[in-house]
């Protein structure tokens, strides 16, 4: 038998049986606070929380977060400007008074009159590495293990829904096309099973 042969054997026994099986890839509410505590410990803890927790309040994806930029934070009114990828929808979205504080308190912590709402020390926009960067660290320090940016998305999904909140409002808030990328959040609630005994 060839290499690639034995190859796709092995590949296709290590699948699981069923096609909607998969491992947990968001993190729950005491999770999330233990990455957020962690991410203000870090060397730019104060930046670095605020990404945090705007990239896990608005479901964001990594790219989503970099290009934000101060514009896009209207803190008079307490609204967060994002401009979705993938052909998603772009909305404007309520700025939660711990969010408010934190854009406050990072924006004051500046010199600066660069446009990004996010930048490195060297003065440039954060790159998605360095996001990676930041949240694997952060994940570490919180005793989390390994944790990658899309989970902050995946956990607003899950969050929302067990909340009780509608799919088309959920798929709306993290700017899906296409309610199949949402429905796995609803699906897999805890909440929904809430009452069944």
Known sequence: MSSNRRKVKSDAQNRTTDAHERARDF????????LLAAAKRGRHGVRDHLLLLLMFRHGLRVTEAIALRRSDANLDQARLWISRLKNGLSV??????DELRAVRRWLASRDDVLPWLFVSERRQPL??????????????RAGLGHIHPHMLRHSCGFALANKGYDLRLIQDYLGH?????????????AGRFEGLW
């Open 27 to 34: 993190l729950g509410d005491t999770d999330i606070d233990r």
């Open 92 to 97: 404007e979205q309520p700025l939660a008074g």
């Open 127 to 140: 790159t998605r590495q360095a996001v990676n960067y930041i949240v694997a660290q952060a994940g570490e």
């Open 177 to 189: 096309r296409d309610p199949r990328h949402t429905a796995h959040y609803t699906r897999t609630a």
